[in-house]
């Protein structure tokens, strides 16, 4: 077995270690030191080690909503335009009118990324707009955004589905309300962290995972980084006919920034790659009971997940993955129905390739810990995505 007799006290200690390291937002100091950790442990394993330097957006200071006796932490959304010291003040309301904070309240769904409600925010008024994401969770979901550009151009911030009554009940008597989000907006380094063992094979194995995101992020990044690592440990111990290139990515939650640098700048030619294997969001989550607003945790995995893979590898992928809820049943790989990295990879021209995304339901919230993940749900897939590359190199 690929991952080895003791996979799940290596899975615990990934995941409890990556969680250590706090939030991940891209060239933070969680994100920073979890880069440094990933090096050691190449290093160990024998690939030579390298940075691939870039700038990611960031935002630093407080952001609050405030009505009446209502004041809540609220998410400001990237890239951020920060308000003016003191807030931008002015009456809530449905977004039908000018000036003042329009509080608009999002239909139900697993949120992920600001693009999806780019164009219907064109049409929103107000001299500051704040989301309400509902979902299953009812807390506050942060969306990802552009590295190069800014979405919208006033103060918008993301308030918490189970913190909206107040306000939603203030916007609709038009009630003054302030939202605060002075803080400073600026960019900082980042970098991925790059890996390679040159085999003089001729051809490249490659194997990437994001490690950056919003707060600490464990089930959405945790949970792929280790399955990523444990795989690296076993290409590196077994013989495979190929090269390795690893890389583990920064910048995700600014639409896959160091993905995008990596695929067209370090990564190995469509040519030159034997087989691309990625390693995106939700990849061995755990699932959850839902009895209204209680979600208690299940030993299982969130079936949320999705498993792609060239044509010719989808009946040995369906062999490999039987039995793991929601990559059981792997689907051809098409850049168009493509999330995250996995779709950029596709578009690149590299085939074969496969891999695994999804949103599990704290995709994105500050909950996003160590309840969401269970160290026995990695190693079946570290397994079962061995013995796919086995026989597909």
Known sequence: MAAGPN??????????????????????????????????????????????????????????????ASKVAVIPQAIVTPTPAGGVTGPLHGGDRDGGIALIVLPYARWSTALSIEQRLKTVKGDAVVLVTTGPTSEAVALNAPADRKLFDRPVAVLAPKEAAPFVAAAAKGETATLDMSGRSFRRPAYNVTATLDRGAGR????????????GCVGERGSGLAVWLMLTAWAAKTKLPANVALVATSGHEYEYQGGELYIHGWAPKPKDTALWVHLGANVATRDWHERGALLSPLPSAD???????????????????????????????????????????????????????????????QSDDLRCVSPALVPPVVDAFAKVIAAAL
Do not use: C, N
């Open 303 to 365: 079936p949320q997940r999705f498993l792609l893979g060239a044509p010719k590898l989808v009946p040995a992928l369906k062999a490999a993955f039987a039995g793991l809820p929601g990559l059981e049943t792997p689907y051809p790989a098409d850049p168009k129905l493509a999330a995250g990295e996995l779709g950029s990879i596709l578009a690149a021209g590299y085939d074969p390739a496969m891999g695994i995304f999804g949103s599990h339901r704290y995709h994105h919230t």
């Open 7 to 68: 996979a799940e006290t290596e899975a615990r200690r990934i995941l409890e270690r990556y969680h250590a390291f706090g939030d991940k937002a891209s060239g933070g100091p969680g994100d920073e030191a979890s880069g440094a950790w990933l090096e050691g442990e190449l290093k160990a394993l024998g690939y030579a080690v390298k940075r691939q330097p870039f700038e990611a957006p960031a935002y630093v200071g407080e952001a609050t909503l405030a009505t009446g």
């Open 204 to 215: 490249w194995l490659v194997l990437s995972t994001p490690r950056s995101g919003w707060f």
